[in-house]
Every structure is written in structure tokens, then in C-alpha cells.
């Protein structure tokens, strides 16, 4: 059996999207984690609720009406600039430290990204983070107008790639994306960036629940779905061992 793509999600897998916090709290002083935290479940809320709906809008008008929504409901003032500058993050997120490692580790194999992200969001993300001198491809499932982890999403690997999905290994962060995955029959390694003892740790420590506990609980543990990756890691830095070990 061979590996002959990698494909990985975006947005919390290589970047890292807890980075849109430094201009958060830049505008929003004692506000930054709230809004944060807040602006990305809704961003990933509305992409389901799109996709149930039927009414699609891509990523990027996802991303400016979870912002709209989580400004409003905490009563925050601002005008067209500081929206404009929350939104040109998306834009700049960060690189997770390992990320550039681990792709030139797997060189040979064809690298690919698929995500939620719009076609525009992605090129512009990518070029900025100097990955697209890295990738093969950078996928967005703008031509299936559907979010996964619908099935639909994932077929975009096989049509722009041409690997089956059986020679494909896919890479995310997000518990539901992983069990997308799975579902639809692809290889899969889960970043298990935050384990649950760590949870449990952090909620024992604090009286209250901080903004990030909250979001850790409920958007990076691994999902009931009924499907398991078949691969759980800590880091990017794992996956030449993985694929070494699906090949032997």
C-alpha cells in the first residue's frame, strides 16, 4: 500500500487560527479572546447551517457574518477599518511551527490542501505564508458549494488530484473533518493537539471557564460520530512516521 498524496485541512491544522487573537485584542482591548474564540464557532456553525440550508455563501462571507454576529451580541462598537483589519487576519494566520518542516519531509508525494476556505482567501493565505512554493494544490470546495464535511467536499481530492482515496492521506485538526473523512473512506491522521487530560487540567484549575477552554471542549475532542481516524497524532512532525507505517 502506498501513499501518493497528502492532503491537508487549513484552518487549525497548518494555521493556526487562535492568531486572529492579536488583533482582537488590539482592537478590542480586554475583549480579544472572547471575540476570538466566539467569531470561530460561529464561522464554523454557519458553514453547517449553509450547507443544511441550501444556501450557500463561500468562506468568506461566512468568516465577515460570524464576525458581524459576535460583535453585535457583545455590544461592541466599530467602523468599516477595524472590521476590515480582523478580517485581513484571516489573510496572514499563522504558520504552526512544524508546518513547513512537515511538508519537506514528505516531499515525493503530491501535497495538497482542501478546505472550507474560499479560492480567494486560500491563494491569498497560502502565497502570504509562502506554502504555495510547497503545495501542489490548494483546494476549496467552492465548485461543490457545500462545507464539509459533506461527502460532496471530499470528492474534489480524486477529481483535482487524481489519487484514489485509498492512496490518500488525509490531515486535520478538527475532529469533525477527521470523521469526515473517514466517513467518505480516505486514510486519516487526527492532530490530537489537546488531549483531554489537558482539558480536564484546565478546568479544575479556573472557577470559571475561560473563552479558549470552552472553545477546546467543544471543537478540538474527538467526536461521537460513530467513525474513528485511523491515525492520532500530536504533531505534523508525526506524519513521515505514519505513512511509514501505513506502507510497511
Partial sequence: MTIKAVVFDAYGTLY??????????????GYGEIITQVWRIKQLEYSWLRSLMR?????????????AYTLRILGLKYDDGVFA?????????????????ALA??????????????????????RNSGLDRVLDATISIDSKRIFKPAPD?????EEKLGVRPSDVLFVSSNPWDACGA?????????????TPEA?????????TVAPL?????VRTQMDELGVEPDYRIYTLSELPGVIAAYES
Avoid at 55 to 67: A, G, I, N
Avoid at 153 to 157: F, G
Avoid at 199 to 207: G, T
Wanted: include cysteine.
Fill in 199 to 207: 482539558m480536564a487540567q484546565a478546568c479544575i484549575k479556573n472557577d
Fill in 16 to 29: 493556526d487560527v487562535q492568531s486572529v487573537a492579536a488583533v482582537t485584542e488590539e482592537a478590542f482591548p
Fill in 213 to 217: 477552554t470552552l472553545f477546546k471542549a
Fill in 55 to 67: 444556501r450557500y455563501e463561500d468562506f468568506s462571507v461566512l468568516t465577515q457574518e460570524s464576525l
Fill in 85 to 101: 483589519q480582523l478580517m485581513e487576519k484571516y489573510l496572514h494566520l499563522d504558520l504552526y511551527p512544524d508546518a513547513e518542516a
Fill in 105 to 126: 519531509a514528505l516531499k515525493g508525494r503530491k501535497l495538497a490542501i482542501l478546505s472550507n476556505g474560499s479560492s480567494d482567501m486560500l491563494n491569498a493565505l497560502v
Fill in 182 to 194: 473517514k466517513s467518505f473512506g480516505l486514510n486519516v491522521a487526527w492532530i490530537e493537539r489537546v
Fill in 153 to 157: 467536499a471530499y470528492l474534489l481530492i
